[in-house]
């Protein structure tokens, strides 16, 4: 194969692997991911609500959440790396497209560690509190607060990552 026909099969890998990444929304703003020193970086926008404080547990929370967004980047990097051709129903079915069940519940039990280390009580640890306590509190949170409403049950954990409307 010729030097040309090579390069020009890369770059036109490169764009179409790009343009899953680096897809934008009308006004140009990064939907996905933004490219930071030739590596993907998740576009996670955190907020802390006005009324809460930004202590350990919160921030810890968050994390978790990033961390779940970072990992599906570097999932669907690798992934259009080894198939340029990916679409965007393949982005969505890789497992780290974690649902919003999923991406909670890991940062429920990030906060019920935190609050166990520091012992100080909260809703999703609480001293002498079992293993299967802990995600039955972390459940019934889920369940039940107006901000979720959402359970384990397949067709109840809610919207995805990378979830776009067809
Ligand atoms: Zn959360």
Redesign the pocket.
């Known amino acids: 194969m010729g030097t040309a026909l090579q390069s020009l099969l890369a770059r036109s890998r490169k764009a179409r692997r790009l343009k899953l990444l680096l897809e934008t929304d009308a006004q140009g703003k990064p939907l996905l991911a933004v490219e930071v020193n030739g590596k993907f970086a998740a576009n996670v926008i955190v907020t802390f609500g006005s009324s809460a404080s930004i202590n350990l547990e919160v921030t810890a ?2 994390g978790s ?1 990033v961390e779940d967004h970072q990992k599906f980047i570097s999932a669907l990097e690798a992934a259009t790396a080894k198939n340029p051709s990916l679409t965007d129903a393949d982005a969505k079915s890789l497992p780290e497209n974690l649902t919003k069940y999923a ?2 519940s890991k ?2 039990h990030v906060s019920s560690y935190i609050a166990e280390y520091s012992k100080t009580p909260n809703e999703f640890w609480d001293k002498g509190m079992q293993e299967a306590d802990r995600q039955k509190a972390i459940d019934q949170h889920l369940k039940s607060s107006a901000l979720y409403k959402i359970t384990p049950k397949p067709g109840g954990q809610g919207p995805r990552l990378y979830e776009t409307k067809q």
């Open positions: 929370h968050e959440h991406t909670e940062a429920y």
